[in-house]
């Protein structure tokens, strides 16, 4: 499975003075484009073609993106 994607985020950053920060962010992730491939050997032509639609069913599919603790420093 490859997909193209673009994520938008919002968030909240905590800066001291000393340059130390702090942050959290949200966003989803919008799928642009997908290609899902499926090679399995022995499965019968039913079960491949179900798996192959479930793959690209979920390929299409959006998530949340989820940043719970972002660390750093400011120079």
């Not at 499975?1 to 909240?12: D, L, Q, R, Y």
């Not at 800066?15 to 642009?32: A, N």
């Amino acid at each position: 499975m490859s997909s193209t994607f673009v994520a938008p985020e919002i968030g909240w950053r905590w800066v001291w003075s000393s340059g130390l920060f702090l942050g959290m962010d949200l966003g989803w992730q919008f799928v642009l484009s997908d290609k899902a491939t499926l090679e399995a050997n022995g499965a019968s032509v039913g079960t491949q073609q179900d798996v192959q639609d479930q793959a690209d069913r979920i390929g299409k599919a959006g998530v949340p993106v989820l940043g719970l603790l972002q660390l750093g420093w400011f120079f």
